[in-house]
């Protein structure tokens, strides 16, 4: 298959137009070749979107808001003895997520129970000194020894059952009756399960993850930006996810970058689509005005192209534009992109198609006279 590729320069070389870029754009080239050539290499075309004015792309990832997600781990060295839920499973508060068993929990709940006798007895001794010392009998400084034990004795009590409540575990109701040191652990949110430890009988440490919860009724995106992106962002931006049909609202902007020189912003989704917990999405980014920040770019200059369709050719990106006798590599100024897509600025007729698939191909012919 003989393929002949001509050369020729940029009309606006020849008319004396600024480039965006500091270096000279390469030479347009034009790649020659018929319909049945196109085929063999797997090029096919769509025809040239136009970009919505101030649209930016980005990727992100599907969370819930803080405190609506949630891990229940072990709370003490033990097993997981038996599962009442599984993945998927909606739950309320207060729902038995399992039942735990741990040696450490018969210590903590007869430490509970020791503290609390001890309270009753301190309880009684003090009311009985105070008896005896109204009849006379005994000195105050007695009264003051029984008083100071009973307050002992209630912080010990105090203290065994925040323990045994920040375990999280219930040690009554049906599903409790299975021996001193096992108890129920119980979901702190209504949600949904969306992931369970299902070995049971293996032994865990202390602070495994067992499960974990999420209120999913409302979710929110973790969104990646570069620096320059985030400037042109603000709280009330539209986002919008065109492969989920799902939409949000921009709510948070990070106002500085992290290592590497990225920001962050956050969205609550208005319109949930088909959105799930954890996926990564591309999302496109309404921003608002610049307030002199940056270039707006001209009016019916801007197109949005699928990401693969851009190639990189002597540091510059380029896509390939159809014309009647095959392809012409054109130079584009990339103003933002994602995994999917990408929105490029460059002067081209409005009916224009460009190559979506075989970008390899095309690329190689470039590379063949080189």
Same mark, same amino acid.
């Given at each position: 298959?003989?393929?002949?590729?001509?050369?020729?320069?940029?009309?606006?070389?020849?008319?004396?137009?600024?480039?965006?870029?500091? #270096?000279?754009?390469?030479?347009?080239?034009?790649?020659?070749?018929?319909?049945?050539?196109?085929?063999?290499?797997?090029?096919?075309?769509?025809?040239?979107?136009?970009?919505?004015?101030?649209?930016?792309?980005?990727?992100?990832?599907?969370?819930?808001?803080?405190?609506?997600?949630?891990?229940?781990?072990?709370?003490?060295?033990?097993?997981?003895?038996?599962?009442?839920?599984?993945?998927?499973?909606?739950?309320?508060?207060?729902?038995?997520?399992?039942?735990?068993?741990?040696?450490?929990?018969?210590?903590?709940?007869?430490?509970?129970?020791?503290?609390?006798?001890?309270?009753?007895?301190?309880?009684?001794?003090? #009311?009985?000194?105070?008896?005896?010392?109204?009849?006379?009998?005994?000195?105050?400084?007695?009264?003051?020894?029984?008083?100071?034990?009973?307050?002992?004795?209630?912080?010990?009590?105090?203290?065994?059952?925040?323990?045994?409540?920040?375990?999280?575990?219930?040690?009554?109701?049906?599903?409790?009756?299975?021996?001193?040191?096992?108890?129920?652990? #119980?979901?702190?949110?209504?949600?949904?399960?969306?992931?369970?430890?299902?070995?049971?009988?293996?032994?865990?440490?202390?602070?495994?993850?067992?499960?974990?919860?999420?209120?999913?009724?409302?979710?929110?995106?973790?969104?990646?930006?570069?620096?320059?992106?985030?400037?042109?962002?603000?709280?009330?931006?539209?986002?919008?996810?065109?492969?989920?049909?799902?939409?949000?609202?921009?709510?948070?902007?990070?106002?500085?970058?992290?290592?590497? #020189?990225?920001?962050?912003?956050?969205?609550?989704?208005?319109?949930?689509?088909?959105?799930?917990?954890?996926?990564?999405?591309?999302?496109?980014?309404?921003?608002?005005?610049?307030?002199?920040?940056?270039?707006?770019?001209?009016?019916?200059?801007?197109?949005?192209?699928?990401?693969?369709?851009?190639?990189?050719?002597?540091?510059?990106?380029?896509?390939?534009?159809?014309?009647?006798?095959?392809?012409?590599?054109?130079?584009?100024?990339?103003?933002?992109?994602?995994?999917?897509?990408?929105?490029?600025?460059?002067?081209?007729?409005?009916?224009?198609?460009?190559?979506?698939?075989?970008?390899?191909?095309?690329?190689?012919?470039?590379?063949?006279?080189?």
């Amino acid at each position: 298959m003989a393929f002949r590729t001509v050369f020729f320069l940029a009309c606006c070389a020849s008319a004396g137009m600024p480039h965006v870029n500091a #270096q000279p754009a390469p030479a347009l080239r034009e790649l020659r070749m018929d319909a049945k050539q196109q085929s063999a290499l797997g090029v096919h075309t769509a025809r040239l979107s136009p970009a919505q004015g101030g649209l930016l792309l980005a990727s992100a990832t599907v969370t819930t808001p803080p405190g609506k997600d949630i891990s229940i781990t072990a709370p003490y060295a033990g097993q997981l003895s038996r599962v009442l839920v599984g993945l998927g499973d909606t739950v309320r508060i207060g729902t038995g997520l399992g039942l735990f068993t741990s040696p450490m929990l018969g210590e903590a709940r007869r430490q509970w129970r020791e503290a609390s006798l001890e309270a009753q007895n301190t309880q009684a001794a003090l #009311q009985r000194d105070q008896t005896l010392l109204e009849e006379g009998i005994i000195p105050a400084v007695r009264l003051q020894l029984s008083r100071n034990k009973h307050e002992a004795a209630q912080a010990a009590l105090q203290s065994s059952a925040a323990e045994l409540a920040a375990s999280g575990l219930r040690f009554s109701g049906p599903d409790a009756n299975n021996g001193y040191a096992t108890g129920v652990l #119980q979901s702190p949110i209504s949600g949904v399960v969306i992931d369970a430890f299902t070995s049971v009988g293996q032994r865990v440490e202390a602070g495994t993850v067992l499960f974990k919860l999420a209120d999913t009724r409302q979710l929110q995106l973790d969104i990646q930006l570069s620096g320059d992106k985030a400037a042109r962002l603000k709280v009330g931006d539209t986002v919008s996810i065109p492969s989920r049909q799902a939409q949000g609202k921009i709510t948070g902007v990070s106002p500085s970058l992290d290592a590497g #020189q990225s920001a962050k912003a956050r969205a609550l989704v208005t319109q949930r689509g088909d959105l799930r917990i954890g996926e990564g999405v591309s999302v496109q980014l309404q921003a608002g005005l610049m307030n002199g920040k940056g270039s707006t770019p001209a009016s019916g200059s801007t197109w949005s192209v699928p990401a693969r369709a851009i190639s990189q050719w002597q540091g510059q990106s380029m896509i390939f534009v159809a014309n009647a006798q095959g392809f012409t590599a054109q130079p584009v100024r990339l103003l933002s992109s994602n995994d999917d897509s990408a929105v490029v600025e460059v002067q081209l007729p409005a009916n224009s198609q460009l190559a979506i698939t075989g970008i390899a191909s095309l690329r190689a012919l470039l590379q063949k006279d080189e």
